[in-house]
């Protein structure tokens, strides 16, 4: 179940990490899933340890070939009710590029406004899930805009 919120849940394990990396111009970026023949936010599941900040760079680092800054904005988690965990979404600045590492299952990166990746998203895999969590960091970007 999805839900909107700019707090980290507490009452279940966090087992999960995805973001939506930005660039300086305020473009965000998607990765394409070549399993899932889609596109999608950036993560994956935590490994051994690993915090879930440590989880986020090891991932942006694995399916973009990004760093990212310490900016991070929590904006919703989704509930896993077969493993009684959580994946946290996170609105994230990109703060450098390398070179996207092979092998893993992410095949390459767009970056686009957001209102292409809602189009595209829309005509790929129809209205959902995704688009409301791409809708949602648009809306978060917006605020820490003015935030500062």
């Known amino acids: 179940m999805l839900r909107f919120s700019k707090e980290l849940p507490t009452d279940k394990p966090v087992a999960g990490v995805h973001c939506v990396p930005m660039t300086d111009d305020g473009n965000l970026l998607m990765v394409w899933d070549r399993q899932e023949r ?3 936010t950036v993560g994956g599941r935590l490994e051994g340890n690993e915090s879930v900040q440590e989880a986020l760079d090891r991932e942006a680092m694995e399916e973009a070939g990004v760093v990212l800054t ?3 904005i929590p904006f919703a988690h989704w509930y896993w009710n077969e ?3 959580y994946t946290v979404f996170f609105l ?8 996207m590492p092979e092998g893993f299952e992410k095949t390459g990166y767009v970056i686009m406004n957001f209102p292409t990746a809602l189009e595209m998203i829309e005509r790929l895999e129809g209205p959902g899930e995704r688009a ?3 809708a949602k960091a ?3 970007m917006e605020s820490a805009k003015f935030a500062g």
């Open 138 to 140: 648009r809306e978060v």
């Open 38 to 40: 889609r596109l999608t």
């Open 132 to 134: 409301q969590i791409i």
């Open 83 to 85: 493993t009684e965990t």
């Open 70 to 72: 310490r900016r991070r």
């Open 92 to 99: 994230a600045f990109i703060e450098r590029f390398h070179e």
